[in-house]
């Protein structure tokens, strides 16, 4: 993964020292045709089409009719990137969807289309990529005012035992039960929703997201999951205090 030191590359004294930003990594040998542009199934025409998420029906597209709109082509799931440091103290984590489009959401055809409509992402054919600079949900980001796209670090959850006891109060070999909390870790994102229209994802699909955003995929499935491999815990058992015996003298 190539990162950089985000003062040096941009030259802005205002951004924090020890920031880091992604600079351009691809994934694919070419293009997006990697992990990131895949095809969910062989139910569309033309479905591994070389594009992340364009809003319209490629297979009329090469047969000549351009910037027909629809929503079966959003299948690209978001991109993720999670960093951590060596005293395994801290991480950061977040995702974006796909590039944005320009998508205006009405079903309207693209200027490209016959006849004509106004919905520019229909005729947007960019093979698209992904940008952490879309994150909202994030730090303010002095170097470019108005937006929180600064991807904090985060301490890794610590456990915190609320409660323990015996299983059994009556039995000293019942084992223990132990109640444990910690807090959960925030996902920063660009807090997309991407609905989908494809014949083999959610809504028609059960059991799958119903959209390519961040937000679709975190609605249905956990982003960020932490869980301790190993705890050691040390349980002291309280011993009572006896009474004394002995007896008590006059004065």
Same mark, same amino acid.
């Given at each position: 993964?190539?990162?950089?030191?985000?003062?040096?590359?941009?030259?802005?004294?205002?951004?924090?020292?020890?920031?880091?930003?992604?600079?351009?990594?691809?994934?694919?040998? !070419?293009?997006?045709?990697?992990?990131?542009?895949?095809?969910?199934?062989?139910?569309?025409?033309?479905?591994?089409?070389?594009?992340?998420?364009?809003?319209?029906?490629?297979?009329?597209?090469?047969?000549?009719?351009?910037?027909?709109?629809?929503?079966?082509?959003?299948?690209?799931?978001?991109?993720?990137?999670?960093?951590?440091?060596?005293? !395994?103290?801290?991480?950061?984590?977040?995702?974006?969807?796909?590039?944005?489009?320009g998508n205006t959401g009405d079903g309207d055809n693209g200027p490209c289309a016959l006849?004509?409509?106004?919905?520019?992402?229909?005729?947007?054919?960019?093979?698209?990529?992904?940008?952490?600079?879309?994150?909202?949900?994030?730090?303010?980001?002095?170097?470019?005012?108005?937006?929180?796209?600064?991807?904090?670090?985060?301490?890794?959850?610590? &456990?915190?035992?609320?409660?323990?006891?015996?299983?059994?109060?009556?039995?000293?070999?019942?084992?223990?039960?132990?109640?444990?909390?910690?807090?959960? !870790?925030?996902?920063?994102?660009?807090?997309?929703?991407? &609905?989908?229209?494809?014949?083999?994802?959610?809504? !028609?699909e059960a059991g799958s997201a119903d959209g390519v955003g961040v937000s679709d995929l975190?609605?249905?499935?956990?982003?960020?999951?932490?869980?301790?491999?190993?705890?050691?815990?040390?349980?002291?058992?309280?011993?009572?205090?006896?009474?004394?015996?002995?007896?008590?003298?006059?004065?």
């Open positions: 993964m190539d990162l950089a030191e985000t003062r040096a590359i941009t030259g802005n004294a205002l951004i924090p020292a020890g920031g880091f930003c992604l600079r351009n990594n691809n994934w694919g040998n !070419a293009g997006v045709d990697g992990c990131s542009d895949n095809d969910r199934g062989t139910t569309l025409p033309s479905n591994n089409d070389e594009m992340l998420n364009p809003y319209f029906d490629v297979y009329y597209a090469v047969n000549g009719y351009p910037g027909i709109y629809t929503l079966e082509r959003q299948q690209d799931y978001p991109m993720a990137v999670l960093l951590n440091e060596s005293s !395994a103290r801290y991480f950061a984590f977040a995702a974006v969807a796909t590039m944005s489009r006849p004509a409509g106004a919905n520019i992402a229909a005729c947007d054919a960019r093979p698209g990529f992904f940008s952490f600079g879309d994150v909202t949900n994030g730090l303010a980001n002095a170097g470019t005012p108005g937006t929180n796209n600064v991807i904090p670090w985060q301490l890794v959850p610590q &456990p915190d035992v609320t409660s323990s006891g015996l299983a059994d109060p009556n039995n000293p070999s019942s084992g223990y039960v132990v109640d444990l909390t910690w807090t959960g !870790a925030t996902l920063y994102s660009d807090q997309s929703h991407r &609905p989908t229209g494809h014949p083999q994802m959610g809504p !028609a975190s609605a249905r499935f956990p982003l960020i999951r932490s869980g301790s491999k190993s705890l050691h815990l040390e349980i002291r058992p309280t011993v009572p205090r006896r009474a004394s015996s002995k007896p008590s003298l006059p004065r």
